[in-house]
């Protein structure tokens, strides 16, 4: 039996296929379904922890918890929402999509895709578990910079190996991506034929494969300072601090293009479907990601511009960040002119299409004033960086993955979702979400430190405002829920054109063709 036959029959039992079908399935569909559920659990962990934090600010003063639990909360809240959360539903959109959209009958690689999937829950089990343990979780931040977090007590090396097991899961299934998308391509699919999604995890691909070996590195470096009496990063023995965040970054600024890379990808899905127009720009999109990715690797000290390098570095970091603009500005160009004259209407995956474009590039305007070296030393550490990266990843990353949610629920249900209750998703969240963020660029202008627990009395007033909006966009959340378990259980039948004609809109003979919303190739029967 052929693998294309054998997931066939493998999809024949129906519902009733029971534990074994989830353990053992080496279908795309499967493990796509398993990354995105693991991924929304990881999602409400992660939000819990910023409930928690938002909960201890809302007033100065200490109410709730100590300041060590603080910090753990931070670090854990970032390792959760980035491993956890945002990284697994790429991966799961990757592997429901990317077979579908390039003809081919599966991933390239099923056991290891089954194999990278499983190895998930154990490292946040791992990492998760630190809670429990003497001296609590790690408290280092989710950077885990030397010597704050050497001071660990014993629930450092489970830090460490789950940091590994991350890392493992992530090497293999972007394996899997780059050899599926070279070899089993549909005869016709040359690379430039590929939907915009499958070119940025490619891309997403070759830069995960390149970078969590270095993070493994630092971690292993960080494990024998600690318990095998070297000094990479122990001053007294002759290491460097600052050398473990030269390290850190170079992995930790292209991870940060590996969380946003596939949004760009799902947006430039989204928006050509309900404008009703091709993409505007596609070989100028794939040569603009390529950029992007390439300049990820040159611009990490931007991190670090208050560590004292030499002025010839802060001028270099700082171009280079500046540069990186250039290629975004490209792609935020194109979704806009693609837009333009377009027959547009707005449901859901577009309102959050439309939202991740204009809150993505605050963000990235807010990237640019932290670019300017000296003026990020008065923006360094400040709340002003939390609501910078919050735009980019949060606006950003998790809009694009609720835009990809809705627009392929029909595809993978075969329901259509509530479309009343998606529109009141997206406006209580896009309104909660400002709510909550931008505040912190004023808190962080006015010079708020992050990760302290306590703050000024001058700070309170829009820390109130931030958690108000914090709370108001967890709450938000519940209804995705509510939202997606009620259309996998049902719901109006979804038909191939569910997107061609929305809301049973008339064509005439002066609109534009309708584009198919879910796949440039046919699906592999």
Do not use: C
Not at 39 to 63: T, W, Y
């Amino acid at each position: 039996m052929t693998t294309a036959t054998a997931h066939e029959a493998h999809d024949d039992h129906g519902p009733a296929r029971g534990l074994s079908r989830w353990l053992f399935t080496t279908n795309h569909k499967d493990i796509g379904t398993l990354y995105l559920l693991f991924a929304l659990l990881m999602f409400f962990v992660g939000g819990s922890m910023a409930m928690a934090i938002r909960a201890e600010l809302f007033e100065p003063g200490l109410q709730f918890v100590n300041p060590m639990f603080f910090n753990s909360l931070t670090t854990m809240h970032a390792l959760v929402m980035i491993f956890g959360a945002v990284m697994p539903a790429f991966v799961g959109l990757a592997n429901w999509l990317i077979p579908m959209m390039i003809g081919a009958p599966d991933m390239a690689l099923p056991r290891m895709n089954n194999w990278s999937f499983w190895i998930l829950p154990f490292a946040f089990t791992l990492l998760l578990s630190t809670f429990f343990m003497e001296g609590g979780a790690p408290a280092g931040g989710w950077t885990i910079y030397p010597p704050l977090v050497l001071q660990t007590g014993d629930a450092f090396p489970f830090l460490i190996f789950a940091i590994h097991l991350m890392g493992i899961s992530s090497i293999m299934g972007a394996i899997n991506v780059v050899v599926t998308i070279l070899n089993m391509r549909a005869p016709g699919m040359t690379m430039m034929k590929m939907p915009l999604f499958v070119w940025t995890w490619l891309i997403t691909a070759y830069l995960l494969i390149a970078v969590m070996p270095v993070l493994a590195g630092a971690v292993t470096m960080l494990l024998t300072d600690k318990f095998f009496g070297t000094s990479f990063f122990t001053a007294a023995g002759g290491g460097d601090p600052v050398m473990f965040q030269h390290i850190f970054w170079f992995f930790g600024h292209p991870e940060v293009y590996i969380m946003i890379l596939p949004a760009f990808g799902i947006v430039s899905q989204i928006i050509p479907t309900f404008a009703r127009k091709p993409l505007f720009g596609y070989s100028s999109m794939v040569y603009a990601t390529a950029s992007i990715a390439f300049l990820s690797f040159i611009v990490w000290a931007h991190h670090m511009f208050t560590v004292g390098m030499p002025l010839a570095g802060e001028l270099f970091f700082m171009y280079a960040t500046m540069l990186i603009a250039v290629p975004t500005g490209v792609k935020v160009f194109n979704w806009v002119s693609t837009m333009w004259r377009g027959s547009m209407t707005f449901e859901t995956p577009m309102l959050f299409a439309l939202g991740f474009v204009v809150m993505f590039t605050i963000g990235g305007f807010s990237g640019l004033m932290l670019a300017i070296a000296p003026v990020d030393f008065q923006y360094h550490d400040t709340y002003f960086v939390v609501a910078h990266f919050h735009y980019v990843l949060v606006t950003g990353a998790v809009f694009a993955i609720m835009a990809g949610a809705y627009y392929w629920l029909p595809k993978w249900t075969g329901n259509m979702y509530n479309e009343t209750l998606g529109k009141w998703h997206f406006w209580l969240s896009t309104i909660s979400v400002n709510v909550l963020f931008f505040p912190q660029h004023f808190l962080g202008l006015a010079g708020m430190p992050r990760r302290i627990p306590d703050y000024s009395i001058q700070f309170a007033e829009f820390n109130m405002i931030s958690s108000l909006g914090g709370f108001a966009f967890g709450l938000s959340q519940l209804l995705f829920v509510y939202i997606v378990f009620s259309t996998i259980r049902g719901g109006a039948r979804a038909t191939d054109e569910v997107w061609d004609n929305p809301e049973g809109l008339e064509w005439t003979l002066s609109s534009p063709p309708p584009y198919h919303s879910f796949t440039t190739a046919p699906e592999v029967k």
